[in-house]
């Protein structure tokens, strides 16, 4: 299994940006895939979540409002549009996958997979 974010770059606040998290090697019982962030100085933060079992999407209250997760299943890729960014958004953005032995997307414990991730930088 493999994870790959990508898409991050410079943004000036109020800005948007798509990020893109391409996979290989999940098994159809894979059906978590979650975004998260990591800013300099901080833990892991769930953003969110989308389950292939029904399309089910979730959102943690720090991307709820402003942060769109959808899936391209021709591309194996699922997206990330981050829109009214602010400069507490600076981070690593990461996708993974959940243990498929969770019924439910939303969390942090059983993600993994990692893979790199891709640096947003807000800033004017």
């Known amino acids: 299994v493999q994870l790959q974010a990508s898409g991050g770059g410079l943004v000036q606040p109020g800005g948007s940006l798509r990020l893109s998290c391409a996979s290989s090697?999940?098994?159809?019982?894979?059906?978590?895939i979650g975004w998260f962030r990591q800013a300099p100085g901080n833990g892991r933060e769930g953003l969110a979540y989308?389950?292939?079992?029904?399309?089910?999407?979730d959102y943690a209250p720090a991307a709820r409002g402003r942060f769109i997760i959808s899936r391209d299943n021709a591309k194996d890729t699922v997206y990330l549009q981050l829109s009214g960014l602010k400069v507490e958004d600076t981070a690593v953005y990461y996708c993974?996958?959940?243990?498929?032995?969770?019924?439910?997307?939303?969390?942090?414990?059983?993600?993994?997979?990692w893979g790199q991730g891709t640096l947003v930088t807000v800033s004017s």
């Open positions: 993974a996958t959940r243990d498929p032995k969770y019924y439910s997307c939303a969390g942090y414990t059983g993600y993994g997979h």
């Open positions: 090697g999940l098994t159809p019982d894979h059906h978590c």
């Open positions: 989308f389950s292939s079992n029904g399309g089910r999407i």
